[in-house]
């Protein structure tokens, strides 16, 4: 839980961009342009940072060792409100991590000096009471990462039907929705429970006899209790955790089998596990609107979606998500500027190698119509998956 803000243009001095690469491809426009000039003096390098006007607005002496992080730290007295700096040069953006000898910057070279512009759920972050406030700068970029990683263990729908059929899995997981929910586990479990195995069956490496699925599911189950941190589990239901997932299979498996079933899917996943889904992503998504009505009715949406793995694995997990709370906002009769929120939110994943903002604005409103349709379907019994 990418990034695709269109770059705002003029040629004052420090104009912001919403999207670092795009201004990158955008090289040769007055965006935000500030001009350095590094020139090389034996192990020192002189940066002389001015504006597009020429207009000179710093002096700093560098080390090609220096890491990009701390020349921008020396810079921020450029820093604006709801900005990051960033240091472009040669089309390339100076990464942090790396030093500016690494970067090729060595003599004098012409730079930008770019401050792109936080998204709204990472300014929200920001401005919360609590711990979390500190990882407001690393928020745009796990989201991104969220998405991206989420984009690659996709299932292979085509292999999850040859797997197990659309009714069979209907089944299993409106039977894992009443068995989690008796074990006290909510919606974020059933998601991450039900994509590790889809993704497992879809792999195809080793056929899976429908009646031993129950094995996989306690097993999934484990991966997904492991992957949780403290604060999701009070240490009542960590006593009863072996005793409820041998619960869960209704004492059929020794618990040297479900691990032995955990270690099949791990090793069929390649160990990708913690994959971002509709829910988690509901959870970010729903950070700025305390509308729990709302929340809860999208969660129902995105229970129906896991129902048919075309709309499960037709959409990206933000674009399910932002879907679902709009819809459940309307729903609601809830004020217009809360529905702005959700797609603004959603932007916050997505970036100009994916796709416009309008783009994806406008895949967000043809999901939720296609999850009320789902949902309308559903309740009349006609679903495809019977």
Same mark, same amino acid.
């Given at each position: 839980?990418?990034?695709?803000?269109?770059?705002?243009?003029?040629?004052?001095?420090?104009?912001?961009?919403?999207?670092?690469?795009?201004?990158?491809?955008?090289?040769?426009?007055?965006?935000?342009?500030?001009?350095?000039?590094?020139?090389?003096?034996?192990? =020192?390098?002189?940066?002389?940072?001015?504006?597009?006007?020429?207009?000179?607005?710093?002096?700093?002496?560098?080390?090609?060792?220096?890491?990009?992080?701390?020349?921008?730290?020396?810079?921020?007295?450029? !820093?604006?409100?709801?900005?990051?700096?960033?240091?472009?040069? @040669?089309?390339?953006?100076?990464?942090?991590?790396?030093?500016?000898?690494?970067?090729?910057?060595?003599?004098?070279?012409?730079?930008?000096?770019?401050?792109?512009?936080?998204?709204?759920?990472?300014?929200?972050?920001?401005?919360?009471?609590?711990?979390? #406030?500190?990882?407001?700068?690393? #928020?745009?970029?796990?989201?991104?990462?969220?998405?991206?990683?989420?984009?690659?263990?996709?299932?292979?729908?085509?292999?999850?039907?040859? !797997?197990?059929?659309?009714?069979?899995?209907?089944?299993?997981?409106?039977?894992?929705?009443?068995?989690?929910?008796?074990?006290?586990?909510?919606?974020?479990?059933?998601?991450?429970?039900?994509? =590790?195995?889809?993704?497992?069956? +879809?792999?195809?490496?080793?056929?899976?006899?429908?009646?031993?699925?129950?094995?996989?599911?306690?097993?999934?189950?484990?991966?997904?209790?492991?992957?949780?941190? +403290?604060?999701?589990?009070?240490?009542?239901?960590?006593?009863?955790?072996?005793?409820?997932?041998?619960?869960?299979?209704?004492?059929?498996?020794?618990?040297?089998?479900?691990?032995?079933?955990?270690?099949?899917?791990?090793? #069929?996943?390649?160990?990708?596990?913690?994959?971002? =889904?509709?829910?988690?992503?509901?959870?970010?998504?729903?950070?700025?609107?305390?509308?729990?009505?709302?929340?809860?009715? !999208?969660?129902?949406?995105?229970?129906?979606?896991?129902?048919?793995?075309?709309?499960?694995?037709?959409?990206?997990?933000?674009?399910?998500?932002?879907? *679902?709370?709009?819809?459940?906002?309307? *729903?609601?009769?809830?004020?217009?500027?809360?529905?702005?929120?959700?797609?603004?939110?959603?932007?916050?994943?997505?970036?100009?190698?994916?796709?416009?903002? @309008?783009?994806?604005?406008?895949?967000?409103?043809?999901?939720?119509?296609?999850?009320?349709?789902?949902?309308?379907?559903?309740?009349?019994?006609?679903?495809?998956?019977?």
């Amino acid at each position: 839980m990418k990034h695709f803000f269109a770059a705002q243009t003029g040629p004052h001095v420090g104009a912001e961009v919403q999207n670092e690469d795009a201004f990158v491809a955008g090289a040769g426009l007055e965006i935000g342009r500030s001009r350095s000039m590094l020139t090389s003096v034996s192990d =020192t390098i002189e940066l002389f940072v001015t504006s597009a006007g020429g207009e000179q607005l710093g002096h700093i002496s560098c080390k090609p060792s220096d890491k990009v992080v701390k020349v921008k730290r020396r810079l921020q007295h450029q !820093a604006v409100d709801g900005c990051e700096i960033q240091l472009v040069a @040669s089309k390339s953006i100076l990464r942090d991590r790396c030093s500016l000898q690494s970067c090729g910057v060595v003599e004098s070279v012409e730079a930008q000096l770019v401050r792109v512009r936080q998204s709204t759920l990472s300014r929200h972050v920001a401005q919360l009471q609590d711990g979390s #406030a500190a990882l407001a700068s690393l #928020a745009d970029a796990i989201l991104k990462s969220e998405r991206a990683a989420s984009d690659r263990a996709r299932p292979d729908i085509g292999g999850l039907r040859q !797997a197990i059929s659309l009714q069979s899995r209907a089944e299993l997981i409106c039977w894992m929705a009443k068995a989690l929910r008796l074990m006290r586990f909510d919606f974020q479990v059933l998601h991450g429970v039900t994509l =590790t195995l889809d993704r497992f069956l +879809a792999c195809g490496l080793a056929p899976v006899d429908v009646s031993e699925l129950q094995k996989f599911v306690a097993a999934a189950v484990c991966t997904e209790m492991k992957m949780a941190s +403290a604060e999701d589990w009070d240490s009542h239901t960590q006593s009863l955790i072996t005793e409820r997932i041998m619960h869960l299979c209704q004492g059929r498996y020794t618990m040297p089998e479900i691990l032995h079933a955990e270690y099949q899917i791990l090793s #069929a996943t390649n160990f990708v596990v913690g994959v971002l =889904t509709p829910m988690s992503a509901l959870n970010a998504l729903g950070m700025r609107i305390k509308d729990e009505e709302a929340k809860d009715l !999208a969660g129902l949406l995105l229970f129906v979606s896991l129902l048919d793995p075309d709309v499960a694995y037709g959409y990206a997990p933000p674009i399910l998500a932002g879907a *679902a709370l709009r819809a459940a906002l309307q *729903a609601w009769r809830r004020p217009p500027e809360l529905l702005e929120f959700v797609t603004e939110d959603v932007l916050c994943y997505f970036d100009d190698d994916c796709a416009s903002g @309008s783009c994806v604005s406008e895949t967000v409103r043809d999901c939720e119509e296609v999850l009320l349709e789902l949902w309308v379907s559903s309740s009349q019994g006609s679903g495809r998956w019977g």
